[in-house]
């Protein structure tokens, strides 16, 4: 990265009027899974003088398991899902009045968002969790974020947090992501090597080329590691967000525009938000076979999908679902949101919609997924 390039990040940080800071279960929690009040309250001072510098802040906070684990007298995080959930019950009520008790010292308030994953595949839904993650902010209020795993289950879930700050990064139109993790920025290998170098800058794709990106974090008290922090730096940089990735304890040095960790520089152009919604934020409910020809149309010529190009469904979904477009290989070449059902298509695939028409009606002179509904892969 040369002088006009950390000039630059520097001015992208510093102009940011909305940041989404993201922090992980290994940056707040020792390692026999409680809460560390001198992290965690790091990381409020860090966060408090960025809204005392009058830019509004999310925190997307994991660390509700890690907390319950201690309460609960359990050694290590549990692997079935009920005691996962149980675990999070109790840290979740820990972890939000700790936050509470730490930003009290600055005057500042804060409010509890869980979301789930339909929070943000369903367009009304997610339409709703915006209008209210904008009314705490207008309202002065720091919006602390979880994933809701007392109630998500294994199929449904975001996965990891990392992920869940790049969707609410983009969903409010944020000026700036920062990660946190136990790893103060991207290498090109293994950072516990002496070989290894930091990577100050990723411009795109190409500058990630041949990066080796490792797993969970070292303490094993989160769920992601290095390669969901990318994935999401990924998400958030694509929509129009520059990231941030670097270790908790720069934390403010991150907030202030210091050149630490490592920079993913935004798009150029924001994608239209329903679609970039559509390719980062739902999960397929199933698969729809296409031919050449139907392949052809809607990767090259960007039409809509219609049942003549179908040969073969996979799964079981309803109308305004979300479904994976296939090609005769097998490989997703787009998504996009079904008008039927799953279990009225075997009779309508192959058949054009005049045909269809004139034998099943005029509701069935449609195309089974809009060309506005569908998103490329």
Not at 269 to 276: E, N
């Amino acid at each position: 990265m040369d002088g006009a390039e950390r000039h630059a990040r520097a001015a992208a940080v510093a102009a940011a009027r909305c940041v989404v800071v993201k922090v992980g279960s290994s940056s707040l929690t020792t390692r026999a899974g409680g809460l560390d009040p001198a992290r965690l309250d790091a990381l409020v001072d860090a966060l408090a003088a960025r809204r005392a510098a009058g830019s509004d802040v999310i925190l997307v906070s994991s660390g509700a398991i890690a907390a319950g684990l201690a309460p609960l007298g359990l050694a290590r995080r549990p692997r079935d899902l009920a005691t996962q959930q149980a675990a999070a019950s109790v840290g979740q009520v820990a972890l939000t009045h700790r936050y509470a008790n730490s930003f009290g010292r600055y005057g500042q308030r804060v409010g509890q968002v869980l979301l789930t994953v339909d929070e943000v595949i369903r367009r009304s839904r997610y339409r709703n969790a915006l209008r209210t993650l904008h009314r705490l902010l207008d309202l002065g209020v720091l919006p602390i974020v979880n994933e809701n795993d007392t109630v998500a289950t294994e199929e449904i879930r975001f996965g990891d947090n990392d992920r869940l700050a790049a969707l609410v990064a983009a969903l409010v139109r944020a000026d700036l992501l920062v990660l946190l993790s136990d790893v103060d920025a991207l290498y090109d290998g293994d950072p516990r090597r002496p070989d290894a170098h930091r990577v100050e800058l990723v411009r795109g794709p190409d500058d990630l080329a041949g990066i080796e990106i490792g797993g969970a974090g070292r303490a094993g008290l989160g769920t992601g590691g290095m390669a969901t922090k990318v994935d999401a730096a990924r998400i958030a940089s694509g929509s129009g967000v520059p990231v941030v990735l670097t270790g908790a304890p720069l934390a403010a040095a991150a907030l202030t525009g210091e050149p630490v960790g490592t920079f993913f520089a935004a798009a150029a152009r924001r994608p239209r938000q329903r679609l970039f919604w559509l390719a980062h934020a739902t999960t397929p409910r199933g698969r729809l076979h296409l031919d050449a020809g139907a392949v052809a149309a809607v990767v090259e010529r960007r039409l809509s999908l219609l049942p003549a190009g179908v040969h073969a469904v996979e799964g079981t979904f309803t109308a305004g679902d979300p479904v994976d477009l296939v090609d005769e290989s097998g490989r997703p070449v787009a998504r996009g949101l079904v008008n039927y059902d799953a279990a009225e298509l075997p009779r309508l695939l192959g058949r054009s919609t005049r045909e269809l028409a004139a034998e099943l009606g005029t509701s069935y002179e449609r195309e089974l997924i809009h060309r506005d509904d569908l998103v490329l892969l």
